[in-house]
């Protein structure tokens, strides 16, 4: 697994102003992407954007958007996200009901292709299919709302899944979100995350540009890759 550059800051826009969304948007010009949840109140609990909010935040954000599907039937809905410009839709493993021939589509259009798993969703069914996805989401709290705590005993799965990404020589890109700050960052930078999402952490500060500035260099301090031990057997989307 190939590391980047740099570790990539994508500030959540759950925790922005909703009333001042462009302003909001101007404010994280200096982070690497938008975090953009959409969320149903199927899937998750919650409501939020859709295709034509998240078409406006296209057209105003000065960064890409990675978007973040928390919604049911997935396999419907997600290639319109890649229509309508996004730079990388994720979509959740459990809700998909082709997760491989998504991604594919996805990136047909010209999208990245993520998945995303839940705290109690395993990631060994992923590790024969690496290379079907760009992105790997492993959330770090339950989907559905902001401001919750970072789950630590997620770490384990995450160690688990960078360790095969790195054993596979795959470049898929591993990202963190939830409960993500400069207190919590190095712990998912050491376990091998890549690409994290924060959103109080940027927000919620006096200065966002030194905000996003901290958790890079946190992160870039703390990444060691994945650690050793032997990679579990591999599972399948395949049943």
Known sequence: MTLPDAPRINPSILSADF???QSELARIAGADFAHVDVMDNHFVPNLTFGP?????IQ???PIPLDVHLMIDDPDRWAPGYAELGA???????EAAADPLALAAR??????RAGVAVKPATGVEQLFDHLDAFDQILVMTVEPGFGGQSFLADQMPKLRRLAGEARRRGSDVWLQVDGGISADTIAQ??????????AGSAVYGADDIDAAIARLRSEAA?????PRG????????LDG
């Not at 996805?106 to 999208?111: E, K, Q, Y």
């Open 59 to 61: 057209a105003t954000s």
């Open 87 to 93: 730079a990388s839709v994720t979509f959740h493993l």
């Open 19 to 21: 009333a001042n969304m």
């Open 106 to 111: 996805l990136r047909s259009i010209g999208s």
């Open 221 to 225: 301090a703390h990444r060691h890759g």
């Open 52 to 56: 034509q909010m998240v078409e406006r």
């Open 229 to 236: 031990g032997a990679a579990p057997a591999a599972g399948s």
């Open 188 to 197: 998912a930078a050491e376990a091998g995350a890549d690409t994290f999402v």
